[in-house]
């Protein structure tokens, strides 16, 4: 599976965790460049799954992001950049595990 990830500077373990779930991070958007935040082009075509770090993003940007994947039938996962709370969202979204407790709705 190939994801998208959009938020965070530096990932640090993250990348190593999505592996191991047999995810492989195809592209990591910081999301600070104001080109970051305005209308999102395409997702790369072979992107499976958007990861949105939602304390690293504006309303906007996340909006503009999950638009594009909805468009292009893209699953997204949301979540803070938490290497435990992304695990639990990637259970949970495979359908194996509880619900974050830090999760933050969307919208």
Excluded: W
């Excluded at 599976?1 to 190593?16: C, H, K, S, T, Y």
């Excluded at 993003?57 to 468009?71: E, G, P, V």
């Excluded at 949301?78 to 619900?99: D, K």
Aim: charged share 25%; with cysteine.
């Amino acid at each position: 599976m190939n994801a998208v990830v959009v938020g965070a500077d530096r990932l640090g373990n993250i990348p190593e965790l999505l592996e191991k779930m047999g995810i492989r991070i195809a592209n990591h958007i910081s999301g600070r460049a104001t080109s970051h935040q305005r209308q999102v082009a395409a997702l790369p075509s072979n992107t499976d799954l958007l990861i949105l770090f939602t304390d690293f993003l504006n309303h906007n940007a996340m909006r503009s992001y999950r638009n594009r994947a909805r468009f292009q039938g893209v699953r997204v996962l949301a979540c803070r950049r938490s290497a435990s709370c992304l695990l639990i969202e990637i259970q949970r979204l495979l359908g194996r595990g509880p619900e974050c407790k830090e999760r933050r709705p969307l919208g």
